[in-house]
């Protein structure tokens, strides 16, 4: 079973700054997704950046980016310049690529983040 | 384009009533997800429709949960009765083909 993990319950950053968020997961597949989600306080879940395992390259949205260590099975969100706006619960989340079809996600426990003025 | 709609999205009742959340997804999606926030538990996976057709139900935590999927434009999840520990906010996503889940604003359910 694939399980993911979050070791940082609670961050916080001040604006402008840089933070990273953690996250290990287990598995043994080899072909996965990657993910991170943002709640904030409105509730609404919405999907911050994704990753493929087979691509080596780390992928990057703009002020956020990820540290991807397949064989540490390590995924790490990076938000540079964080914004007030950035204030809010960050989820890491798993997807078997051969459930991509049926898209079944295991999240992670969450990490809140709050950016201070 | 709509996002997923969810209704309602506060619903406040007693123990024992019978309680009915409704969700429509994205039009042109095929999975539809019910997840189940809370702080104990975090997110967790309820049930998942593939074509309208529930393909893993093992996230339901008992009989008193049920949902259904009747046309590819709507669903329901039920529960009856209700109890208080079934507080908890619930959401509805769906997809289309690849990756992307797509969530609604969820509805938070408060049982006394």
């Not at chain 1, 540490?72 to 960050?90: E, N, R, V």
């Not at chain 2, 039009?27 to 309208?52: D, P």
């Not at chain 2, 209700?82 to 889940?101: L, T």
Request: proline share 5%.
């Amino acid at each position: 079973a694939q399980t993911v993990t979050q070791s940082q319950p609670e961050m916080s950053v001040q604006e402008a700054e840089t933070v990273t968020l953690s996250c290990t997961y287990d598995t043994s597949e080899n072909n996965y997704y990657l993910f991170w989600y943002k709640q904030p306080p409105s509730r609404q879940m919405i999907l911050v950046i994704r990753q493929e395992a087979y691509k080596q390259q780390n992928a990057t949205e703009n002020r956020f980016s990820v540290n991807f260590q397949k064989a540490a099975k390590s995924f790490s969100l990076k938000i540079s310049d964080s914004q007030l706006g950035d204030t809010a619960m960050y989820f890491c989340a798993f997807m078997k690529r051969r459930s991509s079809n049926t898209g079944k996600l295991i999240f992670g426990q969450g990490t809140t983040l709050q950016v201070k003025p | 384009d709509a996002g997923v709609i969810q209704s309602p999205r506060h619903e406040v009742t007693e123990m024992g009533q019978e309680v009915t959340l409704r969700c429509k997804p994205i039009s042109g999606h095929n999975s539809l997800f019910w997840y189940r926030q809370t702080m104990m538990r975090g997110l967790e996976l309820l049930i998942y429709f593939n074509n309208n057709v529930p393909i893993d139900d093992s996230g339901m935590p008992e009989d008193r949960f049920s949902a259904k999927m009747p046309n590819a434009s709507f669903s329901t999840l039920k529960i009856q009765p209700s109890e208080p520990r079934d507080s908890a906010v619930y959401f509805c996503a769906s997809k289309r083909e690849g990756y992307e889940q797509y969530f609604g604003p969820g509805t938070r359910l408060t049982v006394t």
